[in-house]
């Protein structure tokens, strides 16, 4: 699954540089894209990375529909798609994490080596682009997860006394 996501890099960060209209960050994420290809084996790679998996949402395709209807209602938030189901998604989600978590700690360890080794004044460039990649995608999460809540609103309901007393 990996090899395949890999391959399919350049695809997510063209969709999701499309998604954005701050001048300054699309040319920060085009030059962390810029840096990323042209220095092998690089933080910024794994940050990139990290970033590609944390913002993938995925659909089904016109080609394995599982029977699933396109959804007509404008409402919805899943208009226009057909929406993998609950249990599929919750597993593909798990995947995803455990890609990312695997490059969240070569970014870590990479970065520890790089702030308090004797080169980090060198590397301020590599640094730099890696903290705002991890704060970029930190903010997509955040939003993300603000985007949730708004829709599962109103649908889950505990009251203090039932959590409160076992």
């Known amino acids: 699954m990996s090899n395949f996501l890999d391959q399919c890099q350049s695809a997510f960060h063209k969709t999701l540089t499309g998604s954005t209209t701050d001048e300054m960050r699309l040319l920060t994420l085009a030059e962390a894209k810029r840096?990323?290809?042209?220095?092998?084996?690089?933080?910024?790679?794994?940050?990139?990375k990290i970033r590609d998996f944390a913002m993938k949402r995925v659909a089904l395709n016109d080609v394995e529909?599982?029977?699933i209807p396109v959804i007509d209602d404008k409402q919805s938030r899943h208009h226009n798609t057909r929406p993998?189901?609950?249990f599929v998604n919750i597993q593909?989600?798990?995947?995803?994490n455990y890609i990312i978590d695997s490059h969240r700690k070569?970014?870590?360890?990479?970065?520890?080596?790089?702030?308090?080794?004797?080169?980090a004044i060198k590397a301020w460039f590599e640094i730099y682009l890696c903290i705002f990649?991890?704060?970029?995608?930190?903010?997509?999460?955040?939003?993300?997860?603000?985007?949730?809540?708004?829709?599962?609103?109103?649908?889950?309901s505990a009251s203090s006394s039932t959590l409160s007393e076992s």
């Open 84 to 86: 993998i189901p609950r």
């Open 35 to 48: 840096y990323a290809d042209s220095h092998s084996a690089t933080t910024v790679q794994n940050a990139l």
């Open 133 to 156: 990649l991890l704060l970029d995608t930190l903010e997509f999460a955040y939003q993300w997860q603000l985007k949730y809540v708004g829709w599962a609103k109103g649908t889950v």
């Open 106 to 119: 070569k970014v870590i360890r990479r970065l520890k080596s790089l702030i308090f080794g004797s080169k």
């Open 92 to 96: 593909v989600e798990i995947m995803i």
């Open 65 to 67: 529909t599982l029977g």
